[in-house]
């Protein structure tokens, strides 16, 4: 997670993307992103005027499950 946040974290790859009209359950400083790593999924947004990523979950994905499911 730290070597995927810690450079360049708006740019997406294979393993972030942008999650476009999803609402999360907390307050978010930008639009929620989302960082896959194995079986888990870790939701962050990021404060760009201040350099800062704000990691506000980390959940299990299991297989057949949507993201909009396991929020």
């Known amino acids: 997670m730290e070597e995927q946040l810690a450079h360049q974290p708006l740019v997406p790859t294979k393993k972030r993307k ?3 009209n ?3 359950p907390w307050e978010a400083a ?3 992103r989302e ?3 194995g ?3 870790v939701f962050y947004d990021v404060d760009e ?5 704000y990691v506000r979950a980390v959940r299990k994905k299991p297989r ?8």
């Open 64 to 71: 057949g499950k949507t993201t909009k499911e396991i929020i």
């Open 18 to 20: 942008l999650l476009v």
């Open 30 to 32: 930008s639009i929620v």
């Open 49 to 53: 005027a201040n350099r800062k990523v």
């Open 22 to 24: 999803l609402l999360p």
């Open 35 to 37: 960082l896959r790593s």
């Open 39 to 41: 079986d888990y999924r």
